[in-house]
């Protein structure tokens, strides 16, 4: 039964991961930058589902890391927990400084409507960084742990 539940979440977590790519894909399609405000309603939504989508992929994953991290230093791996945790905070501060904060062009922010700052744009570099780093452990990670499985 428990594992049918996780394939379960897997499947839906795989269809909602695809809406969101298909609508991106979609948009970049859809949105041209000479088409006039009025026109780009259909690029607009698409972006906007694909928007939603990985917000609420990154709130999950934050409550999931959050969930996690109480769950193990219930289990006493405390050390193990906290080093996570500290690289994790590395990585948030390198990142910060490895943004240039000129990732994002003022023409996109005027696009969108927003104020344009470097500080929001060093932000937006940062969360990107972040991300690259974590899945470049992820994936050490398991190419670790298949290697240590197969030498056993």
């Not at 039964?1 to 790519?21: G, Q, S």
């Not at 080093?83 to 501060?93: E, K, N, R, S, W």
């Not at 023409?107 to 937006?124: D, H, L, M, Q, R």
Request: proline fraction near 1%.
């Amino acid at each position: 039964m428990k594992k049918e539940k996780i394939n379960l979440v897997l499947i839906i977590t795989m269809v909602v991961a695809l809406i969101a790519t298909i609508a991106a894909v979609a948009y970049a399609f859809v949105f041209k930058q000479d088409m006039p405000l009025e026109t780009q309603g259909a690029a607009n939504s698409l972006w906007g589902i694909a928007y939603w989508i990985v917000f609420i992929f990154a709130v999950c994953a934050i409550i999931g890391i959050i969930v996690f991290l109480i769950k193990q230093m219930i289990e006493d791996k405390a050390k193990l927990v906290m080093i996570i945790l500290g690289l994790t905070i590395v990585a948030l501060f390198v990142s910060y400084f490895l943004a240039s904060g000129t990732d994002i062009s003022q023409a996109t922010f005027e696009k969108a409507g927003a104020n344009y700052s470097v500080s929001s744009s060093k932000w937006i570099g940062a969360a990107c960084y972040t991300v690259y780093f974590l899945f470049a452990g992820v994936i050490c990670s398991v190419i670790y742990s298949e290697i240590s499985k197969r030498l056993k």
